[in-house]
């Protein structure tokens, strides 16, 4: 694979911003069910009302499609973005387009997307050691070509290509390559980790975080997050969050499904009920719960 640098990155000037800004919007070139991007509007209002310092972290302990770090990221509303992921194949894509672009890039450029490199990207996926390029190039091409996005849901068209529409149908490598550039721009700023959510939020809620740091929080949700993710919670974990969070300083935000278990849960928190947009993750009329440590979502529409 060359290790020639992509042209995209000798982009400067009003070039460089153009390319920067059309990627504002959709900022991340991965299809995550149940992705949180349309609540940008309620994420920077709770950044402001937290007051922070300058430099401000912005912790994603469930990262996913981060839509929502990367896109306080590009119209410079945060400083540095954490992204965490237990799942190694998520945090694999994100350590390649912040640390090895080139690479990832360039395998975009030369990749089939064909029902024949989908079935041997889906095996490549599960081998034991594969490296963290060809983890994150195995991901990237499974979630744009595989129906909801979702790992391990069949290729979209179907294996014979007679659906409504084909394998490609969501794969548009210009796009998905000015996505990857725009992030490799912040690449010095992005840290991703490899953890469970509980330890990267008891790592950075600590006094001398205090004043820089907020926490994204968005666990699988209770309804559906079985069918959706490798790594969903039980009843168990559902509890276990909540009850690392009450001892939590540092000001978050989290997201969930509106179910009577996590109304309990968080009874002692600031919530507010939102229509859920229609996505992999919820039906129509669906509810979500936004939870804070603050008290601004009273009344928040």
């Known amino acids: 694979m060359t290790n020639r640098m992509h042209s995209d990155f000798f982009m400067q000037g009003k070039e460089l911003q153009a390319l920067l800004s059309s990627q504002e919007k959709y900022p991340s070139p991965l299809r995550y069910p149940g992705g949180k991007a349309h609540r940008i509007e309620i994420v920077k209002k709770a950044l402001d009302e937290a007051n922070l310092q300058r430099n401000i972290y912005f912790i994603e302990p469930f990262a996913g499609g981060a839509g929502i770090g990367l896109k306080l990221m590009q119209t410079r509303k945060i400083h540095y973005l954490i992204l965490n992921d237990i799942d190694y194949r998520i945090a694999a894509f994100f350590t390649a387009a912040t640390k090895d672009a ?14 024949a490199e989908w079935r041997r990207q889906s095996k490549l996926i599960n081998e034991p050691n594969c490296s963290i390029l060809k983890t994150a190039i195995a991901t990237l091409f499974l979630n744009r070509t595989s129906r909801g996005g979702i790992l391990g849901a069949g290729c979209i068209g179907g ?69 959706l993710y490798k790594h969903f919670y039980n009843s168990r974990d559902h509890y276990k969050l909540s009850k690392f969070l009450e001892k939590v300083t540092i000001p978050f935000l989290l997201t969930y499904d509106n179910h009577p278990t996590i109304k309990e849960l968080y009874r002692k928190f600031s919530t507010s009920i939102l229509e859920a947009t229609y996505s992999a993750s919820v039906h129509k009329n669906d509810e979500e719960l936004i939870i804070s440590n603050q008290e601004f979502l009273t009344n928040q529409t």
């Open 102 to 115: 080139n690479n990832l890039i360039s395998a975009i450029e030369q990749i089939p997307v064909t029902v």
């Open 159 to 227: 294996l014979k290509q007679d659906g409504n529409y084909l394998i490609d149908a969501r794969f548009n490598k210009k796009r998905i390559i000015e996505q990857i550039t725009a992030i490799a721009y912040y690449g010095a700023r992005i840290i991703v980790t490899n953890l469970d959510a509980i330890q990267i939020i008891k790592k950075y809620n600590n006094p001398v975080e205090t004043g820089h740091s907020f926490f994204f929080i968005d666990p699988p949700y209770v309804t559906q997050g079985k069918a």
